[in-house]
């Protein structure tokens, strides 16, 4: 009896556990009776259903993250960029999500990835690399939601936002884009360097002609400053002279004298009565 009784217990508590199921305020619950719903479950709180009869299915009712694989898409320009995306969304039917998907996420996130993948590329095909990178991302994301809403209106999901992470240039057209801004660099430290050369000739001519004129006053101010000093030599020596007009003749003549004969192997051939001895031959006048 004591079995019988532990048997009857343990069914019970079996048939009453099978019985019970809790939703919690991150879910929501379908009942299904053989395969078919019956009840829509949100309110959070422990519920009743008939064991062996009906059967729950439970989803997450917050926001669902779709962390796109990167995608390779061609530009207006034809050129190839590898985008990195993701996608916000989360259930807002739950019936249409379980009748359209099974309630299979994973189901869910390989439709929304072509669908995304679809968008992205007819917005990319439209514009170019710089409208991409630049000013039209969240154009781009507010076409690809508006065109995804209609294709997933049937699947009883709504998506909350679409962005893109990060847009890379395939190898191919990095090198050339690269190339390309070597080229403009290139181009623009030869202007640099051009006008650096004409700014350094200006600077240098202008330079060459004020050294130019320098000299030239210099010059002119060293002649004149000679000029008044052989001025002023030939004054001091005209007023000796006429002190001593005898001495000075003499002083002259040593003069002469020490220049002429400075040298040993100097030879002179003169009249001896010429004035140049006169001061040896007091007879010449």
Same mark, same amino acid.
Not at 82 to 95: H, N
Not at 133 to 158: H, P, T, W, Y
Not at 268 to 284: A, C, D, W
């Given at each position: 009896?004591?079995?019988?009784?532990?048997?009857?217990?343990?069914?019970?508590?079996?048939?009453?556990?099978?019985?019970?199921?809790?939703?919690?305020?991150?879910?929501?619950?379908?009942?299904?009776?053989?395969?078919?719903?019956?009840?829509?479950?949100?309110?959070?709180?422990?519920?009743?259903?008939?064991?062996?009869?009906?059967?729950?299915?439970?989803?997450?009712?917050?926001?669902?993250?779709?962390?796109?694989?990167?995608?390779?898409?061609?530009?207006?320009?034809?050129?190839?960029?590898?985008?990195?995306?993701?996608?916000?969304?989360?259930?807002?039917?739950?019936?249409?999500?379980?009748?359209?998907?099974?309630?299979?996420?994973?189901?869910?996130?390989?439709?929304?990835?072509?669908?995304?993948?679809?968008?992205?590329?007819?917005?990319?095909?439209?514009?170019?690399?710089?409208?991409?990178?630049?000013?039209?991302?969240?154009?781009?994301?507010?076409?690809?939601?508006?065109? +995804?809403?209609?294709?997933?209106?049937?699947?009883?999901?709504?998506?909350?936002?679409?962005?893109?992470?990060?847009?890379?240039?395939?190898?191919?057209?990095?090198?050339?884009?690269?190339?390309?801004?070597?080229?403009?660099?290139?181009?623009?430290?030869?202007?640099?360097?051009?006008?650096? +050369?004409?700014?350094?000739?200006?600077?240098?001519?202008?330079?060459?002609?004020?050294?130019?004129?320098?000299? +030239?006053?210099?010059?002119?101010?060293?002649?004149?400053?000679?000029?008044?000093?052989?001025?002023?030599?030939?004054?001091?020596?005209?007023?000796?002279?006429?002190?001593?007009?005898?001495?000075? +003749?003499?002083?002259?003549?040593?003069?002469?004298?020490?220049?002429?004969?400075?040298?040993?192997?100097?030879?002179?051939?003169?009249?001896?009565?010429?004035?140049?001895?006169?001061?040896?031959?007091?007879?010449?006048?």
């Amino acid at each position: 009896m004591q079995k019988i009784g532990l048997l009857i217990i343990s069914v019970l508590f079996l048939v009453l556990s099978s019985a019970l199921y809790t939703v919690n305020e991150i879910q929501t619950v379908i009942k299904l009776r053989l395969g078919e719903i019956v009840t829509i479950e949100e309110s959070p709180g422990l519920k009743f259903k008939m064991p062996f009869v009906n059967n729950i299915v439970k989803f997450d009712n917050r926001i669902q993250t779709l962390d796109a694989p990167a995608e390779r898409f061609l530009t207006g320009e034809k050129k190839n960029v590898i985008v990195d995306s993701y996608v916000k969304w989360r259930i807002i039917d739950a019936e249409k999500f379980y009748k359209s998907t099974g309630g299979n996420i994973a189901r869910t996130n390989n439709r929304l990835t072509q669908i995304i993948k679809t968008g992205l590329k007819s917005e990319f095909s439209k514009r170019t690399i710089a409208d991409v990178v630049s000013g039209e991302r969240s154009e781009i994301m507010s076409n690809i939601v508006r065109l +995804a809403k209609e294709d997933i209106a049937q699947f009883g999901i709504e998506i909350i936002d679409v962005r893109i992470k990060r847009i890379d240039l395939s190898q191919e057209v990095s090198n050339s884009v690269y190339r390309r801004m070597q080229a403009e660099r290139q181009r623009v430290a030869k202007e640099f360097r051009s006008k650096g +050369a004409e700014e350094a000739e200006i600077i240098r001519a202008a330079a060459d002609k004020e050294r130019t004129i320098i000299l +030239a006053n210099a010059y002119r101010d060293s002649e004149k400053i000679r000029g008044e000093g052989d001025a002023v030599g030939a004054n001091n020596y005209a007023q000796a002279y006429n002190k001593n007009a005898d001495f000075y +003749a003499f002083y002259r003549a040593l003069e002469s004298y020490k220049k002429s004969f400075s040298n040993q192997n100097n030879i002179l051939v003169l009249n001896p009565n010429t004035k140049f001895f006169r001061h040896f031959n007091p007879q010449i006048k």
